[in-house]
Antibody, heavy 125, light 110 residues
Framework: QVQLQESGPGLVKPSETLSLTCVVS?????????WAWVRQSPGKGLEWIGS???????YYNPSLKSRVTVSVDTSKNRFSLSVTSVTAADTAVYYC??????????????????WGRGTRVTVSS | QSVLTQPPSVSGTPGQRVTISCSGS????????VNWYRQLPGTAPKLLIY???KRTSGVPDRFSGSKSGTSASLAISGLQSDDEADYYC???????????FGGGTKLTVL
């Protein structure tokens, strides 16, 4: 059964770097899918952070782009997220997800068909 | 402030039909497909509807999605108590060159 599992520190100090990893099980990261990060601040909605293809091609949320890096390690079948200079506003549950992106008749279809369980990250001193 | 606009809450009684609206713009819903996710408390979101109106495997036909212009809707008929959840719409935005979500709608079954 295909599974995504996030891991990383649950507590990060302000101004430091948040680093998370998502391991993909029973499915090759080298596929036609993108691999994405989505976060959810306490009591709030979902926010797309960014996506990566196994080739290393990335898309980022413009509002986070200056602080975010998504990378992929195909040898370990995993991908990672790095957020620099974190503040309390980065406190959230971070989800990794598998994303399908296709272009049909000029219309893009982009959705997350599989999600990890999420990992809670708190930014606090 | 989310790029896509949803009502914060909707409610209905068992057996009733409810709809959740999702309003966007020409750069997202107007140009691309809409997807819907359901999230139960303390759990990860799950894909419910994709490509405007296609149900994910296992989703009953009580759930249906539609799109017109720059708006989309999720309809749930024959409302059941376990339909209580948060529902999110989402789409690709050509101007932002990324994915965008609605703010989410909490469905309460009275």
């Amino acid at each position: 059964q295909v599974q995504l599992q996030e891991s990383g520190p649950g507590l990060v100090k302000p101004s430091e770097t948040l680093s998370l990893t998502c391991v993909v099980s029973d499915f090759s990261i080298i596929s036609s899918y993108y691999w994405a990060w989505v976060r959810q601040s306490p009591g709030k909605g979902l926010e797309w952070i960014g996506s990566i293809f196994h080739s290393g091609y990335t898309y980022y949320n413009p509002s986070l782009k200056s602080r975010v890096t998504v990378s992929v390690d195909t040898s370990k079948n995993r991908f990672s997220l790095s957020v620099t200079s974190v503040t309390a506003a980065d406190t959230a549950v971070y989800y990794c997800a598998r994303a399908l992106s296709s272009l049909v008749a000029g219309r893009r279809d982009y959705y997350f068909d599989l999600w990890g369980r999420g990992t809670r990250v708190t930014v606090s001193s | 402030q989310s790029v896509l606009t949803q009502p914060p809450s909707v409610s209905g009684t068992p057996g009733q039909r409810v709809t959740i609206s999702c309003s966007g713009s020409s750069s997202n819903i107007g140009s691309n497909s809409v997807n819907w996710y359901r999230q139960l408390p303390g759990t990860a979101p799950k894909l419910l509807i994709y490509t405007n109106n296609k149900r994910t495997s296992g989703v009953p036909d009580r759930f249906s999605g539609s799109k017109s212009g720059t708006s989309a809707s999720l309809a749930i008929s024959g409302l059941q108590s376990d339909d209580e959840a948060d529902y999110y719409c989402a789409a690709w935005d050509d101007s932002l060159n990324g994915g965008v979500f609605g703010g989410g709608t909490k469905l309460t079954v009275l």
